[in-house]
């Protein structure tokens, strides 16, 4: 998983609570986003960084909030959890220098909202 | 809004045989590019073909790219049951800064 790690791993919690999930990489690449995978909808993206506090929002970001304060680590927050945030949630970075900006993916945390 | 779309959703054959998987997508690109993912596991890259070129292989994988068409193909040639998963195929769009847009993905069965 090209030195990317996610935590948790799993995690069920209530409505209305808020959630934080962690990725770390090792190799301090630039470019770090985040996922959620969904059956009948792929793979859609959250939010996205490109540096140190630079963070801009993908497709679906209502609901979700990101902080960037360490190259190697990209938290992603829901804010005030929904059952529709129920999902498997994805991170993955781009390798510095590759103008291809391909992907290398974290293992996922798999998030219930009950 | 999804910038690849995957074709077909599913398709299942018999080991040995070749799979066809098409991917058509809306705006111009940098490149696309292919990835698998197996049950419960993270996306893995797998190829890419850049916007000028038509055609690339890569062991038992051959993509093509047809500008025009604004669409691509990924063919896995003599197939193993070991190339069970979903396959998904993601656009660089020009001007989307870094970002890629995934299709929803093909899942494919090898039958032993």
């Known amino acids: 998983d090209a030195g990317i790690t996610q935590s948790p791993r799993h995690k069920v919690t209530e409505t209305g609570t808020p959630v934080t999930l962690r990725c770390h990489q090792t190799e301090n690449h630039r470019y770090m986003y985040w996922y959620r995978q969904d059956p009948g909808h792929g793979l859609r993206l959250i939010h996205y960084?490109?540096?140190?506090?630079?963070?801009d929002k993908g497709e679906v970001s209502d609901g979700y909030s990101v902080s960037r304060s360490k190259t190697e680590d990209f938290l992603l927050t829901l804010e005030s959890a929904t059952s529709s945030q129920t999902s498997v949630y994805f991170c993955a970075i781009s390798v510095d220098g590759l103008s291809s900006y391909e992907q290398y993916f974290g293992p996922g945390t798999r998030l219930t909202v009950t | 809004s999804q910038q690849g779309e995957e074709d077909p959703q599913a398709l299942s054959i018999q080991e040995g045989e070749n799979a066809t998987m098409n991917c058509s997508y809306k705006?111009?690109?940098?490149?696309l590019q292919w990835y698998r993912q197996n049950s419960g596991r993270g996306l893995v890259h797998l190829i890419l073909i850049r916007s000028n070129e038509r055609e690339k292989h890569s062991g038992r994988l051959r993509v093509t790219l047809d500008t025009s068409k604004k669409s691509s193909s990924l063919l896995i040639t003599a197939s193993r049951a070991a190339d069970t998963a979903s396959y998904f195929c993601?656009?660089?769009?020009?001007?989307?800064?870094?970002?890629?847009?995934f299709g929803k993905g093909i899942t494919l069965s090898v039958r032993p």
């Open positions: 993601a656009t660089d769009a020009t001007g989307a800064n870094s970002k890629l847009t």
């Open positions: 705006t111009s690109i940098n490149n």
């Open positions: 960084s490109y540096g140190v506090k630079d963070t």
